[in-house]
């Protein structure tokens, strides 16, 4: 079975801390994609990021990094002193065969 | 903008009413979804279009009825919903089999009083 656990439901900081979101899933696929969104209060699915099972390298963009680890089945996004902006409903999502199984969500919150 | 419009952003409607939400991309995309989204609980995924076909239902009532005319519109009809229907009903599009994932509209937040 195919499943995303984001155990942390919410996270709360202090602006311009840092904070790490942690994602954990499962498959049996050989093939297979990983997604990070973040939806503000306004609604909308923001696309973050698209990681390939078959690439393991880390990637930073800006403020944003992420560590995909296959040994522990982990694919984490760090923010690097958060902003208020930041605040926001993130989701990490798996992709394989023609199934997208999204996490249920952490909600963070930055406090100004 | 997102590439994915939903209309309309906020609806109210009474639960003997019928109403429509509708999704459209221009993202050249040949996928299109339904996911519903309430209070924490994870996204579920309603209904499925590949190329116009409806290729996946997961269970959901009759009372939401979708259609799809053509590959840049989707519609979502409902009617006699309950309280518990009450949700944000995103819309997805994507290339075929999503690989490189989806682009979603800012959704249609449904009060069912």
């Known amino acids: 079975a195919q499943k995303v656990t984001q155990a942390q439901t919410e996270i709360s900081v202090v602006e311009k801390e840092d904070v790490t979101l942690d994602c954990v899933y499962e498959t049996r696929d050989t093939t297979y994609y990983l997604f990070w969104y973040k939806q503000p209060p306004s609604g909308e699915l923001v696309f973050l990021i698209r990681?390939?099972?078959?690439?393991?390298q880390n990637e930073i963009s800006g403020r944003y990094s992420w560590n995909f680890q296959k040994s522990t089945s982990s694919f984490n996004f760090t923010i690097t002193a958060s902003q208020v902006v930041d605040s926001a409903v993130y989701f990490c999502a798996l992709i394989t065969g023609n199934q997208f199984y999204f996490g249920t969500g952490t909600s963070l919150t930055v406090i100004p | 903008e997102t590439g994915v419009t939903q209309t309309p952003r906020h609806l109210v409607m009474g639960m003997t009413n019928k109403k429509s939400l509708k999704c459209e991309q221009h993202?050249?995309?040949?996928?299109m979804y339904w996911y519903k989204q309430s209070a924490k609980k994870p996204l579920e995924l309603m209904f499925v279009y590949n190329f116009k076909e409806q290729t996946e239902n997961n269970s959901v009532p009759s009372r939401f009825s979708p259609e799809c005319p053509n590959s840049s519109h989707l519609f979502l009809h409902l009617h006699t919903l309950q309280p518990e229907d009450s949700a944000l009903y995103l819309c997805a599009s994507s290339q075929e089999r999503g690989w490189s994932g989806y682009t979603f509209g800012s959704g249609t937040r449904l009060t069912v009083v």
């Open positions: 993202l050249g995309h040949n996928a």
């Open positions: 990681r390939n099972s078959f690439d393991e």
